[in-house]
Structure formats: C-alpha cells, structure tokens
C-alpha cells in the first residue's frame, strides 16, 4: 500500500512539473489525465477511491492554474510558473482569479500531502 502511494505521489508531481514547466495542450493533459487514472484503477486495491478523485481535483487544479496565469499575460507570474517556484504574493493579489485559483491548488496539494504521508507512515 506505501508503495502504491509514494508512486502515486510521484506521478501526479511529475505531471504538475510538466504542466507548470512546459507548453501542454488540453490533449496531452487528459493523456496525462488518463496515465494516472490508469495507474490507480491497476492499484485499486491499494488505493482508496477518494484519493482518484482528489487526485484529478488536484491535476485539474493545477491546470486552471497555468491556463489563468497564461490569459493574464502577468510576465512575473508566468516566470514563477514555469520556473516552478511559488508565485509571487504581490502578482497574485493584482488578480482575483488567480488567488482562489492558488488557494485551491495548495488546499488539494496539502490534503494530498496529508493523505500519503499518513499512508506511508502507517497511520
């Protein structure tokens, strides 16, 4: 079961790198939609159904994320993007959107965080 959680982990963080670093049409975000539904259905007994769930909230999140710092052609905010470090607090406050667009992908990131690490810890 840890394992099939620190996989886990690891897969839906290299899909938020690569939709944070690189250009990924919506086509190749529902490959990499799909790879991680495929890995969790292989690890259904491992994995509880509520995790496949959080996990796309979480993917999709992240995906809004870069498709709203995109349309707000915020030179800053796309370099905290791509560069995958956290976007500046000031950029964020310039757009409402963007907040709640950030807030929701650190609240589904940490309940994930949370989820695993009890998993993994055996709790």
Do not use: C, P
């Amino acid at each position: 079961k840890q394992a099939a959680y620190k996989e886990l982990w690891k897969m839906l963080e290299e899909v938020h790198l690569k939709l944070r670093t690189e250009s990924v049409s919506r086509q190749e975000f529902g490959a990499h939609i799909l790879g991680v539904n495929s890995y969790i259905l292989k690890q259904s007994l491992y994995l509880d159904e509520q995790d496949r769930t959080l996990s796309n909230q979480y993917l999709r999140a992240i995906y809004k994320l870069k498709e709203s710092v995109i349309e707000s052609n915020n030179e800053e905010a796309m370099e905290d993007l791509a560069t995958s470090v956290a976007i500046r607090e000031e950029v964020i406050e310039d757009a409402r959107e963007l907040r709640k667009i950030v807030n929701e992908v650190d609240e589904l990131r940490n309940t994930l965080i949370e989820r695993i690490r009890a998993i993994i810890h055996g709790k």
